[in-house]
């Protein structure tokens, strides 16, 4: 084994700021890499990072955080989380929860997140008033995916507040080198959000109305099989979290991303067409999920390193949206890219199952972004979350004119 720590720290300020340029000295070295500081191995390339996501004998096997008495209700929400299942348990789960991801019924809901989207933008506008800079995160990058998600599980409208923060704690726990104050919040957190999902869930089998949770407490396979109670519990959870941290970060991220080429903002305004693609290509160029993990179950041989069974190997997702051997030109962002195999929805088995609401999210804001206003800029430096995992900004400052 050699150590990678010298090619990659995470924890140095400079990486967290712009990982791309060490995964390129990184990737330049050897596909797969041993690092001794976080006791895995880490495939750079996009081949090596497909193989480890869809390769069978590396699993997302679930260990409880230990000791687990201090972790309960963070151990509860993964321990039944589809996230971190295979199969034949991820199939069940799957299958039960899929019919309310269909194409179909995502698309039904286009015109209602486009009216939210639409209304956020207005307000950021209004409150912008073409010279003072406001934050586009906290302004709607942050409260149209929890909005949406809450909207399709039936939360009332007095407790959406409690969502973000819970979902923020959380998955602060997903980063390397947390603190105990850390762990203490996202605990206390995952407590909260699960108490109040099974009151939510009690209600609903009392009340069964026209939401997800209705769905899921109703819901059965072709074998007559149903969702448990944790199982319901850990699944909208784990919607809230994934599906608005995404959305979250790729709005960011890539609204960031367009002010820094404003030929390429400037080219999309002209082309209306290109928002599908522009969407695909602000999630490749800077994805909001850096790193995601599976556990060998047998000895697995890749790019010509043996990683031994019970071992960690984790993708390093943005490193394999740079790889110029799969992306023309990686590091120029083109909103008409085409030809475009990102992995940041992931691949196998565990492909995100929001993907599709996520991308009627994202068309959604950048639209109403696009059509609501004649001129963006950039009105002060962004502050970016100080964590690597979970790539996102706490502040993006923009002046907004119609």
């Known amino acids: 084994?050699?150590?990678?720590?010298?090619?990659?720290?995470?924890?140095?300020?400079?990486?967290?700021?712009?990982?791309?340029?060490?995964?390129?000295?990184?990737?330049?070295?050897?596909?797969?890499?041993?690092?001794?500081?976080?006791?895995?191995?880490?495939?750079?390339?996009?081949?090596?990072?497909?193989?480890?996501?869809?390769?069978r004998r590396l699993g997302r096997i679930w260990r409880d955080k230990e000791p687990a008495e201090r972790f309960a209700d963070f151990n509860l929400i993964h321990r039944n989380a589809i996230l971190e299942m295979e199969p034949p348990s991820h199939a069940r789960l799957r299958r039960l929860i899929s019919t309310a991801f269909a194409r179909g019924h995502v698309e039904r809901l286009r015109p209602w997140v486009e009216q939210l989207a639409g209304r956020l933008v207005d307000e950021l506008v209004e409150r912008s008033g073409g010279s003072e800079p406001v934050d586009v995160l906290s302004g709607m990058a942050e409260q149209l995916p929890v909005d949406v998600i809450a909207e399709l599980l039936g939360v009332p409208q007095v407790d959406r507040p409690l969502l973000r923060p819970w979902s923020n704690a959380i998955v602060k726990m997903y980063e390397y080198g947390r603190t105990t104050a850390v762990e203490e919040a996202a605990e206390r957190a995952a407590g909260e959000f699960v108490a109040y999902l099974r009151e939510l869930a009690a209600d609903r089998r009392r009340h069964l109305g026209d939401d997800l949770v209705s769905h899921l407490v109703t819901v059965r396979d072709t074998?007559?099989?149903?969702?448990?109670?944790?199982?319901?519990?850990?699944?909208?959870?784990?919607?809230?979290?994934?599906?608005?941290?995404?959305?979250?970060?790729?709005?960011?991220?890539?609204?960031?991303?367009?002010?820094?080429?404003?030929?390429?903002?400037?080219?999309?305004?002209?082309?209306?067409?290109?928002?599908?693609?522009?969407?695909?290509?602000?999630?490749?160029?800077?994805?909001?999920?850096?790193?995601?993990?599976?556990?060998?179950?047998?000895?697995?041989?890749?790019?010509?390193?043996?990683?031994?069974?019970?071992?960690?190997?984790?993708?390093?997702?943005?490193?394999?949206?740079?790889?110029?051997?799969?992306?023309?030109?990686?590091?120029?962002?083109?909103?008409?890219?085409?030809?475009?195999?990102?992995?940041?929805?992931?691949?196998?088995?565990?492909?995100?199952?929001?993907?599709?609401?996520?991308?009627?999210?994202?068309?959604?804001?950048?639209?109403?972004?696009?059509?609501?206003?004649?001129?963006?800029?950039?009105?002060?430096?962004?502050?970016?979350?100080?964590?690597?995992?979970?790539?996102?900004?706490?502040?993006?400052?923009?002046?907004?004119?119609?």
């Open 223 to 402: 074998e007559g099989d149903r969702l448990t109670e944790d199982e319901l519990v850990t699944t909208c959870i784990l919607l809230l979290n994934a599906g608005h941290e995404a959305t979250v970060n790729v709005t960011g991220n890539g609204l960031l991303a367009l002010l820094r080429h404003p030929d390429q903002l400037a080219r999309l305004r002209a082309d209306r067409a290109l928002l599908p693609t522009a969407i695909e290509e602000l999630m490749r160029f800077d994805s909001p999920l850096q790193l995601f993990e599976r556990t060998a179950t047998e000895d697995v041989g890749i790019a010509g390193v043996t990683v031994p069974r019970g071992q960690k190997i984790a993708a390093l997702l943005g490193a394999a949206n740079h790889d110029p051997a799969v992306f023309a030109d990686p590091e120029t962002l083109d909103v008409g890219r085409t030809d475009n195999p990102h992995i940041s929805f992931g691949a196998g088995v565990h492909f995100c199952i929001g993907a599709p609401l996520a991308r009627v999210e994202l068309q959604a804001s950048f639209g109403a972004l696009l059509d609501r206003t004649a001129r963006l800029e950039l009105g002060g430096e962004p502050v970016r979350r100080p964590e690597f995992v979970i790539r996102g900004l706490a502040e993006l400052p923009v002046v907004l004119r119609r």
């Open 1 to 55: 084994m050699t150590s990678t720590a010298p090619l990659l720290d995470l924890t140095d300020p400079a990486v967290v700021a712009d990982p791309y340029p060490a995964f390129a000295r990184a990737r330049a070295h050897a596909p797969v890499q041993w690092h001794e500081g976080l006791g895995l191995w880490l495939a750079f390339t996009h081949a090596e990072c497909n193989a480890v996501l869809r390769d």
